[in-house]
């Protein structure tokens, strides 16, 4: 079946530190978005990326779509980075209907 | 403001007493779908809705309805609630041919 998986599960890191967060997918897909849930439950858009790299601000992503993974990229860490990071999908044969991943749960230490 | 606007926000409730949770949008669109959170699941899509009187299942229909009698509203209905209900509900939108989904604040529901 469509899989999107999403790695590491946790990650722990100290304020300042550099992390990258992947997410392999395992078909083509007409779109893919990066969201952060915050430790309130609030689900925020980070990007719209089914290719290419955009930034904004410290964080980042990738996404090469013939290869089926995308990466968000966080600099500098914050405590308010903290949270879970989900990468959701939509594949073409599938109408358009966004798939998410586990996530990835942040934790950055002051 | 543009925004989904879900009620209750938190809710306790027992089982087989019937709920409805509201979503409300004031963007105009066309699309509206409605996700159940779980730990370690991610979020499921339960329905979604391409437009008034438009419904489909999602990935995880079972013990849920859902209505779209206006083009602003898509409430999701437990007519009997049962313990593995209990969830984070999430109700989003979207404009017709567009990418990015816009999520209200969640709905927690505890069913005893």
């Known amino acids: 079946g469509i899989q999107v998986e999403q790695s590491p599960p946790d990650l722990i890191l100290q304020e300042g530190a550099n992390s990258t967060l992947r997410c392999n997918f395992s078909?083509?897909?007409?779109?893919l978005q990066w969201f952060h849930q915050n430790p309130w439950g609030q689900l925020i858009n980070l990007f719209y990326?089914?290719?290419g790299t955009k930034q904004n601000g410290r964080l980042s992503a990738t996404t090469v779509a013939t290869e089926r993974y995308s990466l968000l990229y966080i600099s500098s860490s914050q405590t308010t980075d903290s949270g879970v990071y989900f990468c959701?999908?939509?594949?073409?044969?599938?109408?358009?209907?966004?798939?998410f991943g586990q996530g990835t749960e942040l934790s950055v230490k002051p | 403001e543009a925004q989904v606007t879900q009620n209750p926000r938190y809710l306790i409730t027992v089982t087989g007493k019937k709920l409805t949770v509201t979503c409300s949008q004031n963007?105009?669109?066309?699309?509206m779908s409605w996700y159940r959170q779980d730990p370690g699941l991610g979020l499921r899509q339960i329905y979604y809705?391409?437009?008034?009187?438009?419904?489909d299942k999602g990935d995880v229909p079972e013990g849920y309805k859902v209505s779209r009698k206006e083009k602003r509203n898509f409430p999701l209905i437990l007519e009997s609630p049962s313990p593995n209900q209990t969830s984070l509900y999430f109700c989003?939108?979207?404009?017709?041919?567009?990418?990015?989904?816009?999520f209200g604040a969640g709905s927690r529901l505890t069913v005893l």
């Open positions: 990326i089914p290719s």
């Open positions: 959701a999908v939509a594949f073409y044969n599938q109408g358009g209907k966004l798939i």
């Open positions: 989003a939108s979207r404009k017709s041919g567009a990418n990015v989904l816009t």
């Open positions: 809705s391409m437009n008034v009187e438009v419904t």
């Open positions: 963007m105009n669109h066309e699309y």
């Open positions: 078909d083509s897909v007409n779109n």
